[in-house]
């Protein structure tokens, strides 16, 4: 059974930084295209960043250059780097396993002008 597991979210000031992680069990992050989505009140999920098994990645134009995704095969995580947040940024960030469709459970970022 794969469970994904984000934790790291919270509210934050404009201009400041968080860092969310995806801890994965049942299935290895390494052999796996993992993705960040968010999802704000009232409008559809998006993707925000997404590495494949070849550590390619990408990024939603909106957070190229603030947001880094990346990964650590030995801890089994998947972590979104998150700098200068914007209100906009404001939503739940759902980790997936994009080979198999699994999700998260959401972790909230908030982040306040």
């Known amino acids: 059974q794969v469970q994904l597991v984000e934790s790291g979210g919270g509210l934050v000031q404009a201009g400041g930084s968080l860092r969310l992680s995806c801890t994965a069990s049942g299935s290895s992050v390494s052999i796996n295209t993992m993705g960040w989505y968010r999802q704000a009140p009232g409008k559809q999920r998006e993707l925000v960043a997404q590495i494949s098994s070849d550590r390619g990645v990408i990024y939603a134009d909106s957070v190229k250059g603030r947001f880094t995704i990346s990964r650590d095969n030995a801890k089994n995580t998947v972590y979104l780097l998150m700098n200068s947040l914007k209100p906009v940024d404001t939503a739940t960030y759902y980790c997936?396993?994009?080979?198999?469709?699994?999700w998260g459970q959401g972790t909230q970022v908030t982040v306040s002008s």
């Open positions: 997936q396993l994009v080979n198999f469709g699994y």
